[in-house]
């Protein structure tokens, strides 16, 4: 995928590996706004930012609303910053929300400043016991890293360790891979999510984020044989769905393509892909009708 300033809502699904319907729920928090040209709505590189901070923080067992809250509560103790969620270091204890700016670390709903180390610090006591630290905290060092663009490199380096000291970590095989990817390294990119593979054959995302890198790459019936595996290991995949029904067109698999077009819609009817899906299977039974006459 091309670099570029301006990201479709299937863009970004595809890139961070959300659905539809968690886009349109953060939209609907006013956790991310999309952009408008014209009729078309996109997000810019900032918006990637704070949807994948988004992401990591849910994922770290932040709910929704307390999310949504602390967004709230720094816009309006930072009115200069728009989009908190990209121009700051957001971080999270597995509860609370906290925002880091300089060598201060504030919790946004209450107010309250928590104890800090300056990044030259963190990075001097990383080097010290670094033989020391576990997998997970190099997860979570990796987790925190990946936030700040800056720092993308050292989240990388902290996935390595925290696969280092533990080969089975799919978890930051495939968090790493997908920065390669973003990065456009596909080949990279490709060689983490076969590592992941690796440990775990039964991952339906591994299989999905290799048969994606793969497409990109021109290898496009690999491609097809990996989402075919992540939908038969995850049959209510649908982003899955809709990316073997796409690779499978550019294979002149037809009648595939129909299957998993018709599937996606059944999975996601009212979804940002939706529309497509159905263009697709109509331009289908167009071409099949033309055939029989």
């Not at 496009?220 to 029904?245: G, I, K, S």
Request: charged fraction near 30%; include cysteine; glycine fraction near 6%.
């Amino acid at each position: 995928m091309a670099t570029t300033d301006q990201y479709s809502p299937e863009d970004v699904q595809r890139i961070l590996g959300l659905t539809s319907k968690q886009l349109e729920q953060w939209e609907r928090l006013g956790l991310v706004s999309a952009q408008k040209a014209g009729t078309e709505r996109y997000y810019d590189f900032r918006d990637l930012i704070g949807l994948r901070t988004i992401k990591q923080l849910l994922e770290k067992g932040v709910t929704a609303n307390r999310l949504q809250k602390a967004v709230s509560a720094l816009k309006e103790k930072l009115s200069q910053v728009e989009t908190p969620l990209s121009q700051l270091r957001i971080l999270s204890d597995g509860k609370d929300v906290l925002v880091e700016q300089g060598a201060a670390r504030l919790e946004p709903v209450s107010g309250q400043f928590a104890l800090n180390f300056e990044t030259r610090e963190l990075d001097e006591r990383v080097r010290v016991i670094a033989k020391g630290r576990s997998a997970d905290e190099w997860m979570s060092l990796a987790l925190a890293y990946e936030a700040d663009l800056q720092a993308r490199p050292k989240a990388m380096e902290a996935y390595d360790r925290c696969v280092d000291a533990d080969p089975s970590n799919v978890g930051a095989l495939l968090n790493c891979g997908t920065l390669h990817y973003e990065d456009g390294n596909f080949e990279k990119a490709a060689e983490y999510f076969e590592r992941a593979l690796e440990m775990d054959e039964s991952s339906a995302l591994a299989h999905f984020n290799l048969g994606s890198v793969l497409e990109d790459m021109g290898r496009v019936e690999e491609a097809r044989q990996h989402l075919r595996q992540a939908v038969r290991l995850e049959p209510r995949y649908c982003d899955a769905h809709y990316n073997l029904a796409f690779v499978c067109e550019k294979l002149g698999a037809v009648a595939e393509a129909r299957e998993h077009w018709a599937t996606y819609l059944k999975l996601d009817p009212v979804g940002p892909w939706a529309a497509h899906a159905r263009q697709r299977l109509a331009a289908g039974q167009v071409s099949k009708s033309a055939t029989t006459k």
